[in-house]
C-alpha cells in the first residue's frame, strides 16, 4: 500500500481518538452537573448523526465533484505525478477513438474492438500473440500516449516553441467545441461526464494546450527535415531504387477460373489453355494494341447472361488499359513475378522490356495476361488540384439511363451554379475566388465524396483513375483563350454522372515521383529524431498506482457501458 496513504490514515485515527477522548471528558462533565442521562444520551446520539448526515453529504460533493481524481495520483511519468483526472481524459480520448473506428468503420479497422461489447469482455491480441482485455490495452495505451505528450511538451519548451495563431485558434475551438451540446451543464461538469470525474475546464485546457504544443513542435522538426533534403538526395535515392517510383503502361485481360469446380486443378490449366489462345489470336492479328482489344470482346462468354454489357464495358479503350501504374500496384494487383517481368532490367540496370511483349500470370481465381506498351519510365507531369460541383442526373427505380429530360435539369442547374459564381466575382470585383466557389458546394453538389471537403479533389494524377472527361479537363493544355490552364479556370463538362461545374485550383511545384521521395526520406528523418529521442528514455521511467489506474478504468467503462 501507499506509504503516503498509510500516513494519511493514522492521522485520521489518531485525530479520530482525540475527538473521542474529548467528547467523554466532556459527557463525564455534564454528567457532574446532574443532568438527565437519558436526555444526554439523546443529545449526543442527535450530534452523531448530525455529524455522520454532514460527513455523508461532504464526502457526496467531494466524489461528485471529482476531487479524488483531481487529488489521487495515478500515473508517475519521469519522476512527476499526474491525477487520476488527467489519466481518465487519456484513457476516456483511447477509449472514443477506437469506438468512433469501430462505428464508422467496423471493428476490423478498429483492432477487433466492437464498440457495441463492454471493453472488459472483449479480447485484444498483441503483436506477440498475448491476450488481455481490450479495457487493460486501453489502459496502456493511455499511459503511453500520456507518457509521450509530456515528454514532447518538456521537450517543445526546451526548444523554445511558441504557439502561432493558428494554434491558439484551434485551442478556443476546443474549448468552445461543447457549447450547443452541454444544455445547462457547466464547461467542467460537462467535461467530467464525457471524460470522467475530475476533468474540469481547466485541466481541459492544460491538457490539449499541452497537446498543441507537441503538435507545433513536430511540425516545427518536421519542417527542419524538409529544409534539409536536397536536390542531390532526392536523386541519389531515386537512382538507387528508381523502380520504387517510375511507371508504367499496359493492357490486361482477365480470365476466371472455375473456383467451383470438382476438379480445381483442371480449371485452372483449362483457364491457362484460353489465355495461351488469346495471346495466339493477338499475335495472329498483328500483335498491335487494336488486336489486344478485338480479343477482348471476341473471348467473352458469349452466353453468360452479362454479355451485352460486357461487350459495351469493353469496346471502350480504357477497359483493358492501365496508365502509370507503379510496381507496388502491379505486385498486389497480379503478382510479384508479374511485376518483376513487366520492370524487368539487363545487367547495367536499364529496362528492357520493350513494347508489344505479353505474358500470363495466374493467381488462384484468374488468369491474367499483360500487353506491354513500353517500358517504365519517370512521370514528370504535376499533379493537380481541382473542386468541382456534380449536378447529377436524377434517375428513378431501377433506371439506369437519363431521360434527356434530366440531362436537361442538370445541365440547367450546373449553368444556374456557374453564373451564381460569376455573379460573386462582378460583386467582389476579383478575377477569381476559390472561396466563393467553395461556398456554393454545400447546398449544390451531388458528389457526397467531397461535398464535405468543398468539392476539393486534390494532387490529381493523370491515370485513369477518374473518368476520361475529368481528367481531360483538368489536365487540359490550354482553356477557351488558349493558354495554359491557370488558377481560377471554370468550366462545365458532362460525364456518366451528370454535368460538373469546374473550378482549376492549381499545379504542384515538383512531379509525383519527386515529393514521393522527398516525403520518405522527411519520414525517415523524423522517424529516427524521434526514435532517438524516446530511447533515452526506459520502461522503469513511468510507473502506475494500480488501484487508482483501475478504478478510473472501471469508473470510465461503466459510464461508456451506460451510453
Given at each position: ?126 503483436s506477440d500473440g498475448n491476450e488481455e482485455t481490450f479495457d ?151 500483335n498491335t494494341e487494336d488486336a489486344f482489344k478485338k480479343q ?117 442547374k450546373a449553368e444556374k451554379v456557374l453564373q451564381s459564381y ?142
Open positions: 500500500m501507499d506509504k503516503n496513504l498509510e500516513k494519511e490514515k493514522e492521522l485520521y485515527r489518531k485525530e479520530r481518538k482525540e475527538r473521542i477522548s474529548k467528547n467523554a471528558k466532556a459527557n463525564e462533565k455534564g454528567s457532574s452537573k446532574g443532568r438527565d442521562h437519558t436526555a444526554a444520551i439523546s443529545k449526543v446520539l442527535s450530534w452523531i448523526f448530525c455529524i455522520v448526515l454532514v460527513g455523508a453529504i461532504v464526502v457526496g460533493a467531494v466524489v461528485q465533484f471529482g476531487v479524488p481524481q483531481k487529488v489521487l495520483k495515478a500515473v508517475k511519468i519521469d519522476g512527476k505525478s499526474y491525477s487520476a483526472a488527467e489519466y481518465a481524459f487519456y484513457y476516456s480520448s483511447v477509449y472514443n477513438s477506437f469506438a468512433n473506428y469501430s462505428k464508422n468503420y467496423g471493428a476490423t479497422y478498429a483492432d477487433g474492438f466492437d464498440y457495441n461489447q463492454p471493453a472488459e469482455n472483449q479480447t485484444h491480441t498483441d487493460k490495452y486501453f489502459a496502456k495505451l493511455a499511459v503511453d500516449n500520456m507518457a509521450n505528450v509530456k515528454r514532447y511538451y518538456a521537450k517543445a519548451l526546451e526548444n523554445n516553441i511558441e504557439l502561432t495563431e493558428e494554434d491558439n485558434e484551434t485551442i478556443n475551438e476546443a474549448m468552445t467545441q461543447f457549447d450547443s451540446q452541454r444544455e445547462n451543464y457547466s464547461v467542467s461538469s460537462y467535461l467530467s461526464k464525457i471524460y470522467g470525474r475530475g476533468v474540469t475546464e481547466r485541466l481541459f485546457k492544460k491538457i490539449i494546450t499541452e497537446q498543441q504544443y507537441v503538435t507545433r513542435f513536430k511540425d516545427v522538426k518536421t519542417e527542419e527535415f524538409n529544409n534539409d533534403i536536397t536536390a542531390d538526395k532526392i536523386n541519389a535515392e531515386y537512382s538507387a531504387n528508381k523502380k520504387d517510383y517510375d511507371v508504367v503502361d499496359f493492357r490486361w485481360y482477365t480470365i476466371d477460373i472455375d473456383t467451383t469446380a470438382a476438379d480445381t486443378d483442371k480449371a485452372k490449366s483449362d483457364a491457362e489453355a484460353k489465355a495461351d489462345e488469346f495471346i495466339a489470336a493477338v499475335k495472329a492479328d498483328g477482348a470482346i471476341l473471348f467473352l462468354d458469349k452466353d453468360s447472361e452479362d454479355y451485352e454489357s460486357d461487350k459495351e464495358t469493353y469496346s471502350k479503350d480504357g477497359a483493358t488499359i492501365l496508365h502509370k501504374t507503379d510496381y507496388a500496384t502491379v505486385s498486389s494487383s497480379v503478382s510479384e513475378d508479374a511485376a518483376n517481368w513487366v520492370y524487368s532490367v539487363d545487367d547495367n540496370g536499364n529496362y528492357n522490356r520493350p513494347a508489344g511483349e505479353m505474358a500470363k500470370y495466374s493467381t488462384d481465381e484468374y488468369v491474367y495476361i499483360i500487353y506491354t506498351l513500353g517500358a517504365p519510365y519517370q512521370d514528370t507531369v504535376k499533379p493537380v488540384s481541382v473542386r468541382h460541383i456534380l449536378c447529377a442526373f436524377s434517375t428513378e427505380g431501377t433506371q439506369e439511363v437519363p431521360t434527356d429530360e434530366q440531362k436537361q435539369a442538370a445541365k440547367e460569376k455573379d460573386a466575382l462582378s460583386q467582389s470585383g476579383k478575377d477569381y475566388d476559390e472561396d466563393a466557389f467553395v461556398n456554393l458546394v454545400a447546398d449544390n453538389s451531388d458528389d457526397t465524396g467531397t461535398s464535405s471537403k468543398g468539392g476539393l479533389i486534390e494532387d490529381m494524377i493523370n491515370n485513369d483513375q477518374y473518368v476520361a472527361e475529368f481528367e481531360d479537363w483538368a489536365f487540359a493544355e490550354g482553356n477557351y483563350a488558349g493558354e495554359a490552364r491557370k488558377t481560377g479556370d471554370v468550366g462545365i463538362i458532362e460525364t456518366e454522372y451528370g454535368y460538373h461545374v469546374m473550378y482549376f485550383v492549381g499545379q504542384a511545384d515538383e512531379p509525383s515521383w519527386y515529393t514521393t521521395i522527398k516525403d520518405k526520406l522527411v519520414d525517415s528523418e523524423s522517424d529516427k529524431y524521434w526514435e532517438d529521442f524516446d530511447a533515452q528514455f526506459s520502461d522503469d521511467d513511468v510507473t502506475t498506482v494500480d488501484w487508482v489506474k483501475d478504478r478510473v478504468v472501471a469508473s470510465q467503462n461503466k459510464k461508456f457501458a451506460q451510453n
